[in-house]
Nanobody
Framework: QVQLEESGGGLVQPGESLRLSCAASGRSFTTSTMAWFRQTPGQAREFLAAITGSESKTYFADYSDIAKGRLYISRDSAKNAVYLQIYDLNHEDTAVYYC????????????????WGQGTQVTVSS
């Protein structure tokens, strides 16, 4: 049974950083594109970042965050783990963050695969 378990969320102040982790189990994810999405109340889950399996190529929804050095995605295939590092958190980052396996690239964004974790809550508040 495939399981994705996110961790690392919490209550932080604006300007702080978090590293979210996703532990995948149930099969090998070595060749899977892993992705992070987030969701705020009343909104659809939105794509944040993806990392491919074979070459660990990274993709982001908003490259301005990359330009600002705010968002990084990485993986440790030996551990079946994927990470999302977020720097300089602000109130707009408050959301539940979800790990996803086998995301697929579309013309405009990334569509999620069928496997989701339960999510980890990130709350940014002063």
């Amino acid at each position: 049974q495939v399981q994705l378990e996110e961790s690392g969320g919490g209550l932080v102040q604006p300007g702080e950083s978090l590293r979210l982790s996703c532990a995948a189990s149930g099969r090998s994810f070595t060749t899977s594109t892993m992705a992070w999405f987030r969701q705020t109340p009343g909104q659809a889950r939105e794509f944040l970042a993806a990392i491919t399996g074979s070459e660990s190529k990274t993709y982001f929804a908003d490259y301005s965050d990359i330009a600002k050095g705010r968002l990084y995605i990485s993986r440790d295939s030996a551990k079946n783990a994927v990470y999302l590092q977020i720097y300089d958190l602000n109130h707009e980052d408050t959301a539940v963050y979800y790990c996803n396996a086998d995301a697929l690239r579309t013309d405009t964004t990334w569509a999620p695969g069928g496997d989701w974790g339960q999510g980890t809550q990130v709350t940014v508040s002063s």
